[in-house]
Each structure stands twice: as structure tokens, then as C-alpha cells.
């Protein structure tokens, strides 16, 4: 009798959350930290793509190799020079069919949602409508991960993989199934694009389902983390009533938002939906609420001007200077976003020390120029 071909998933600290995902789906799959003889799955992100390629390269193993996630399936092109098989966009549905394709040796054009070298030309077949989360589990103990409660983002901000990977209609996870894998948490904590547009299309929120969520995860008496890393929050859904919600129900001492500029002129050209003013009422709202506002803001977007960069600086302060905290990135084009090809601009040096300034004052976290 043949062995069955042996699956291993490509496992390391920085995709440990979609491994968690992944393992649920293939049955009798290995982690391993290097590559093995037998069917190797990698899910990564750009940040990782050379070390990555360097080692598919350099391994010296009988293996088929498989890749998912956002880099492979924004640049499918490209990781087909390393790789045998991508899988393009939401894996639930693909990646149970491509193993089975590739250990039964069948037509790889029979799977959907994959690219494939063949004759020497790259193939797409066609893409896969998005998954019902309900029919998927978000993890399988021993290997946990933060519950998704929802996917996909209408918004379309240019700079973000999240629309353009998980398509702009926002799906959810039903407060049943939330419920039944809460259980295996000491603390409840949540991946979402925007935890206040629980339940809702993701432009208006829709707070009833918001508060049903809560209200059913609080009888298992465990400390809820709602609106905070690996999560946020948008600042137009920040409201009296919302945060009456997470005040009433939550432990988190700290909120999320997503803030990103204090340019109105840089918010209007990614396409974020808001303005600087919702941004300071948000933080406003929530230092009544005795909530500390932890706000997200980018500076080096490719259409930023020195002035602009002095908007976000002052929006920085004026967080800080309340008693809020911030944490600064240094954009990075993103495979897949409208930006992409788009060069980050300098940050200017009055921007970068004062920035430096806040962070050694322990406001201010991230990191605000370009990294080597």
C-alpha cells in the first residue's frame, strides 16, 4: 500500500495567525520550521517574500511547493519563479481541492483560485467567490489564534491589502459560532477590520449586533478585548453609544483607531471615507469615557507634502498631549493596493525628531523612517 504523501505547513512567529487558519482545513498536516520532502505549504506576507524565496531556493528536498496569502496573491507572476502552485485570495475553499489535485496528479485547471506554470506560462483559473465564515473554523487547538469575527472592507483605502484580498462587501461570523470557540480562551480577543462594524455592511454600523455579540461573550465571565490590537477601530464609528458598549462590557483599558493622517487633503486621496475633525472627536469621545485613544497615523504616503507632514505631527501632539498615545508607520506600497508602485516620499527632519521626541516620552510607538 502507498504511503500518503507527507503536508507540511511552513510555520514561523510572523504567519502564525493564518497557520492557525490553515491547519483546520488539511487533515494529518505537519508544522516544520525548514523545508521537508512532501507537499510544502508557506502563507507570507511581503515582508517575508526574499527570505522566503532564498529558502525554496536553496532547498534541496523532493517537494511541491504551495503559497497563500497577501504577497503570493497580489504578485502570483513572481512567486511562480520559486514556487509550483499560488493560491490566490481566501484558502478555505482552494487549498483542500489543490492538495487533493496534487496528490491524485490531476488537471490543475479543474481548481479554482489558483496560478500554475504551464508550457512554460503562467495560468489563472477563474477566482473564487468569497467564503461563508461560518462553515470554517478560525482555528483547531493546540494552535490558537485571535477569533475573526469579520472579513473584507468597503472602503477601498489605496494603500491597504484587505479590500483587494478579501473583496469590499464585509462578512461575519455568526455570535454562535464566535461562542463556541471563545471557550478555549482565558481572554477573548478579536481580528476584524473594524470591530465597531460588527454585523453591519461596514459603511453605517449596526450597534444592537454589536452589543448581542457582547452581551452573549460576557456570560462566560472572561476578560473581552474589543477594539484593540490585533484590531482597531474606524474613527467615524467611535460614538457616545459604542463606547457605552465597550465600557459596559469590555476589559481594554485602550481603543485602536485607525487615524492614518492629520492632512484632510491625504485622507481625501487614499480614499478613507473621513476627515481629520473625526479623527479628534473619536479621541475626544473616548478620554470622556475614561478610554486612552491609541491612534494609527502614516506619514511618507506617496502624495504628502512637508505641510502635510506637519498636519500629522500636530494631530500627534495634540493625541499626546491629552493623555492619548499614537503609533507611526513609514508607508510601505503594499502589492495588489492602487499604491504599489508608488515611492514613499521623505520625512522631513523636523518630523522624524520631534516624532523621536514623543516616542522617548513613551507616547509614541512604531516606526516613522524608512527600514533597512
Given at each position: 500500500?502507498?504511503?500518503?504523501t507527507?503536508?507540511?505547513l511552513r510555520?514561523?512567529r510572523?504567519n502564525?495567525?493564518s497557520i492557525?487558519a ?5 487533515e ?8 521537508r ?6 502563507s507570507f ?14 532547498a ?5 511547493y504551495?503559497?497563500g496569502?497577501?504577497?503570493?496573491s ?7 519563479r520559486y514556487f509550483?502552485y499560488?493560491?490566490?485570495g481566501e484558502?478555505e475553499?482552494?487549498?483542500p481541492?489543490?492538495?487533493?489535485m496534487?496528490?491524485e ?6 481548481v ?7 508550457d512554460?506560462q ?9 467564503v461563508?465564515?461560518d ?10 489564534s485571535p477569533i ?11 494603500y491597504?491589502q484587505?479590500p ?6 464585509m ?8 461562542l463556541k470557540?471563545a471557550h ?19 459603511v ?7 452589543k448581542?455579540?457582547l452581551?452573549?461573550?460576557s ?5 473581552i ?6 484590531s482597531?477601530?474606524?474613527p ?6 459604542a463606547l457605552e458598549?465597550?465600557?459596559g462590557y469590555?476589559a481594554n483599558?485602550?481603543l485602536s483607531i485607525?487615524?492614518?493622517?492629520g492632512?484632510?487633503r491625504?485622507?481625501e486621496?487614499?480614499?478613507r ?7 479628534e472627536d473619536?479621541c475626544d ?6 478610554i486612552?485613544p491609541?491612534?494609527d497615523?502614516?506619514v ?5 507634502s512637508?505641510e502635510?507632514q506637519d ?7 495634540e ?5 492619548g498615545?499614537v ?5 510601505t ?6 499604491l504599489?508602485?508608488?515611492e ?8 522624524v525628531?520631534?516624532l ?5 516620552g513613551?507616547?509614541l510607538?512604531?516606526k516613522w523612517?524608512?527600514?533597512m
Open positions: 500500500m502507498e504511503r500518503p507527507p503536508i507540511w510555520w514561523n510572523k502564525r495567525y492557525a490553515l491547519r483546520p482545513l488539511v494529518n498536516v505537519g508544522l516544520t520550521d525548514r523545508p520532502p512532501g507537499i510544502m505549504l508557506y506576507a511581503t515582508a517575508q517574500a526574499e527570505e522566503i524565496y532564498r529558502e525554496v531556493s536553496c534541496k528536498v523532493d517537494a511541491v504551495v503559497a496569502g497577501p504577497h503570493p497580489a504578485r502570483p507572476e513572481e512567486v511562480l509550483d499560488v493560491a490566490i484558502g475553499e482552494t487549498l481541492e489543490l492538495i487533493r496534487i496528490q496528479g490531476s488537471d490543475p485547471g479543474t479554482a483560485g489558483i496560478a500554475y506554470k504551464k512554460g503562467v495560468r489563472f483559473t477563474p477566482r473564487r467567490e468569497p461563508d465564515l462553515l470554517y473554523p478560525p482555528f483547531e487547538p493546540p494552535l490558537l475573526e469575527i469579520s472579513r473584507g472592507c468597503p472602503w477601498g483605502c489605496a491597504c484587505t483587494y484580498l478579501c473583496g469590499r462587501k462578512r461575519h461570523r455568526s455570535v454562535p459560532v464566535i470557540y478555549f480562551y482565558s481572554d477573548l480577543r478579536f481580528t476584524t477590520p473594524n470591530a465597531l462594524a460588527y454585523g453591519s455592511n461596514g453605517e454600523p449596526e450597534l444592537g449586533k454589536v448581542r455579540l452581551d452573549t461573550l456570560v462566560l465571565e472572561k476578560p478585548y474589543f477594539g484593540t490590537f490585533p482597531e477601530v474606524r467615524d464609528f467611535v460614538s457616545r453609544e458598549l465597550i465600557v469590555c483599558e485602550t485607525g487615524g492614518q493622517s492632512s484632510d491625504v485622507l486621496m487614499v480614499g471615507g473621513h476627515g481629520v475633525h473625526e479623527v473619536a469621545l473616548c478620554f470622556e469615557a475614561g486612552i491609541n491612534v497615523l502614516i511618507g504616503l506617496p502624495m504628502e512637508p502635510d498636519l500629522t505631527l500636530t494631530l500627534a501632539k493625541i499626546v498631549g491629552m493623555g498615545r503609533r507611526a508607520h513609514y508607508f506600497p503594499l502589492p495588489g493596493t492602487p504599489e508602485r508608488s514613499p516620499v521623505p520625512v522631513v527632519e523636523d518630523v525628531k520631534e523621536g521626541r514623543l516616542a522617548l513613551g507616547k510607538t512604531g523612517t524608512p527600514q
